[in-house]
C-alpha cells in the first residue's frame, strides 16, 4: 500500500516528501524514462499508460485509489511529462520500443494489469499482443481499437486532424501555437483545470518549440487505411485482431458524453471476455471522474478478471 495521506495525487510531478520515494528513473537506450512505483500491493502490478499530450499525471487522482490495494506504475513516455527528450522523431514505434524496454526492465517477469488511455492504449495493447503470456487483464478507454477512416470521422475532428498532418499547418498549429496543450486539452475536460494543473501540462513543453515533437508525431501516425501510415494500419489491426478473439479479461470504460466512446462501443461490443461500463467525462475522463474509474478497475481487477 501507498504511504501517506491516501489522497494525496501521486504522479512524477509530486512535490510532497513522502511521495518521493515513489518517483523514479530508469536510463533506457538514450533516454531517462521518468515514472511512478508505487512499490507495494496485493496481487499482480497494475500499469498505467497515458497518451497525448499527458503523461502520468492523466492518473495523479486514479493511482493514490487503487495503490491502497495494488502495486501502481506509470511511465512518462519519452520526450513526455518528466522523462528526458533525446533527438528523436518520437513516431509510435519509437515510444513502444521505450516502453517495451522499460516494461523488460522494471517489471521483467510475471503477469501485469494494464490501464490505458488515447495513444497509451496503443502502446499497451501493441505490448500485450507481443507479451500475451504475459497480460492479466485489461481495462482501457478512449483508445485506439481500430484502423480510422476519413469517410467516417466527424467533419470538425477530420477538419482539425488533416491539419496537423499538414506540413503548411501542422508545425504552427503543434510547435508554434501549442494547440494540443492550451485548446485541445483543456476543450476536452468537463471542469475547468486549476492554473497549477494547466502549469503541470505546460511544463514538459515549455522549453521550446521543439520539445513539442512529441504532440506534433502522434496526429501524423494515426492509422487511417486511406492514407495510412500503413506500417501504422498493419500494427493496429493486427492487435485490434488478436484483442477480439483473445479470452484475456477486458474492460472498456466509455466516457458520457465522450469523444471517442461511442465508436470504441461500436467497434469492440463483440470483443471476446469483455465489459463495459460508463463514467462522466469528455476525452481526458480522468480528470472528470477519477474516484469513479479507479473504484470500476479496482471491481474488475478483484472481481471482474477472475469471473471472466
Sequence with gaps: MASGNPTDPISTFSTQQHLQHMIKKSKIFDAELA?????????????????NPT?????????????????????DLVGM??????????RFIDHYNYIEQ????????GKVIIVCHDWGSAIAFN????HQERVHCIAYMEGMVSAASWKHAPPAIAEVFKALRSPDYGEKMVLQDNIFIEKLLPSSIMRKLTDEEMECYRRPFAASNES?????????????????????VEI?????AWLSTSSVPKLCLLADPGVFSSTMEKVTKTWKNQQFATVKGLHFMQEDSPAEIAQLVIDFITTGCSKM
Aim: glycine share 6%.
Design 35 to 51: 515514472y511512478v512505483d508505487t512499490a507495494t500491493g496485493n496481487g499482480y502490478p497494475v500499469v498505467f499508460f497515458h497518451g
Design 55 to 75: 503523461s502520468s499525471y492523466l492518473w495523479r487522482n486514479v493511482i493514490p485509489l487503487v495503490s491502497r490495494q495494488f502495486r501502481c506504475l506509470a511511465p
Design 81 to 90: 511529462g518528466n522523462s528526458s527528450k533525446p533527438k528523436s522523431d518520437y
Design 102 to 109: 522499460w516494461m523488460d526492465q522494471v517489471i521483467p517477469n
Design 127 to 130: 505490448w500485450c499482443y507481443r
Design 212 to 232: 513539442r515533437q512529441p504532440m506534433l508525431s502522434f496526429p501524423r501516425d494515426i492509422p487511417f487505411k486511406e492514407d495510412g501510415p500503413m506500417d501504422m
Design 236 to 240: 493496429v489491426t493486427s492487435y485490434a
